[in-house]
């Protein structure tokens, strides 16, 4: 098939639904600041419906990114989500191999795209419109942007708890247009290899990330060890700790790692999604940890209450406060208290219009300051605190206040808000 013929398939299964917008990359002119706003409209009335979307970004194509979203939408769905996985990664769409879609096609029905269905899980890829896996790499640039933006404006998911979304590899045209497109996401996944080069590019990443707003949910450190088939002991081939180190020094969650496991080639080659069919196996199970803080942005409803504390323009406008706690009072040990309280107070009359308790994730260095800023904290109030963690909140414009006593929420909270809180020196009881 030649270039002409390829492009014409794929902007005929597009066109399918006759809407003008289907072409709409291709236009150019005056009438191209009105397509982005159309373009913009059709995605966020698509995205409308879902609660909480997730990319899945990788500094380089290779490092397991399709693998590890297949892996994670299956986990969620398993977990009992409603859970669609879009992958958009238009230089290697493998995830209708990976689940064993290769035949299937996408179908219009009044005018737009339904996803296919497989175990519950509801799967869209740009492989689906693709005769052979290379076809896309001879698109030109505008044609893979339209194709990206078809395939976000014009699926109809239905309603979902989640989207996982597979970007393209990089920090390059096609995964920023995909990040700026999808307003509102929770954020991303960031998947590395433990190698240095794979780790220089995910800080890149983190950085992408970061300029867009688009919140860190953690870095996932892929093919990490070698599981072996015979006796599943886990040898480290490659060095290993790397994406953790990283993480904890550029100051975002680390979510785990998976380690090389033949199983996990195999289940991919034979289109069997691997947590579903190995799920016993301490590789599946290792999937599994790294949904945990998805699950949490459920439970804890942590997008609708951070978008709450923020107005549209990103202004703070309701103060949340943060108090580590420990038998329900202040907790000395900042870094390793069972729960924190979040107290949202009317910043007019300093009342408390709000409480809930969470647990934070496990501790390690450089967490808490993301975690806390993902819940939309602007306001610490700690015993003590180490002066890595209070840099990292004062880079995010989080203010802390040291040397609080050992007392309960309310009466440290209403002291603070009085303007009558003591407070001694930064102590922090190790
Ligand atoms: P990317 O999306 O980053 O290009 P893929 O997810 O397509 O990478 O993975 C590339 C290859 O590596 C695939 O053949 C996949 O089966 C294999 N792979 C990924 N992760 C693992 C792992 N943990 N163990 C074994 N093979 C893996």
Redo the contacts with the bound molecule.
């Keep these: 098939m030649d270039q002409n013929e390829n492009t014409c398939q794929a902007k005929t299964a597009l066109c399918a639904g006759g809407k003008q917008s289907a072409c709409a990359a291709e236009k150019t002119g005056s009438g191209e600041s009105l397509n982005a706003l159309f373009e913009q409209k059709a995605v966020d009335d698509r995205m409308h419906q879902i609660r909480h979307k997730i990319m899945v970004l990788?500094g380089k194509?290779?490092?397991?990114?399709?693998?590890v979203a297949a892996n994670l939408a299956i986990s969620l769905s398993l977990a009992g989500k409603r859970v669609g996985l879009l992958d958009v990664?238009i230089h290697?769409p493998?995830i209708p191999k990976m689940l064993g879609l290769e035949d299937a096609r996408i179908s219009v029905r009044d005018e737009v795209m339904l996803p296919v269905e497989k175990a519950g899980l509801k799967v869209m890829s740009i492989g689906f419109l693709l005769q052979n896996r290379d076809d896309a790499i001879i698109w030109r640039g505008p044609m893979k942007m339209g194709v990206i933006k078809q395939f976000l404006q014009e699926v109809n998911w239905g309603e979902l708890d989640y989207l996982i979304i597979d970007s393209p590899?990089g920090t390059g045209d096609e995964p920023l247009s995909v990040c700026q497109l999808v307003k509102n996401a929770d954020g991303a996944v960031i998947?590395t290899t433990p190698q240095d080069v794979a780790i220089a590019d995910v800080r890149q990443s983190i950085t992408f990330c970061r300029h867009l707003s688009l919140p860190v949910l953690g870095v996932v450190e892929?093919?990490s060890g070698f599981v072996c088939p015979k006796c599943g002991e886990v040898t480290n081939i490659f060095k290993t700790g790397g994406g953790k180190r990283m993480a904890n020094e550029m100051g975002v969650p680390f979510l785990g790692s998976?380690?090389?496991?033949?199983a996990?080639?195999e289940a991919?080659d034979a289109g069997k999604p691997f947590v579903y069919h190995y799920s016993r196996t301490e590789t599946a199970k290792a999937f599994e940890r790294i949904i945990a803080p998805m699950l949490a942005l459920s439970e804890n409803g942590i997008t609708e209450q951070t978008q709450t504390a923020t107005n549209i323009e990103g202004e703070k406008k309701t103060m949340r406060i943060a108090i580590p706690l420990a038998d329900g009072k202040l907790c000395m040990h900042f870094g390793h208290c069972g729960q924190f309280a979040l107290l949202d107070v009317d910043e007019k009359t300093k009342k408390i219009t709000g409480q809930r308790m969470l647990t934070p994730p496990p501790h390690e260095p450089g967490v808490l300051p993301s975690w806390l800023l993902q819940q939309g904290v602007n306001v610490i109030i700690a015993g003590g605190m180490g002066s890595r963690a209070q840099s990292l909140f004062a880079e995010n414009g989080i203010k802390v206040i040291l040397g609080a006593p050992s007392e309960t929420i309310e009466k440290v909270a209403t002291a603070y808000l009085d303007g009558t809180l003591k407070t001694g020196d930064n102590v922090c009881d190790h």
């Design positions: 990788s194509g290779g490092v397991g990114k399709s693998t990664d290697g493998s590899p998947v892929n093919m998976i380690p090389i496991d033949p996990v080639g991919c």
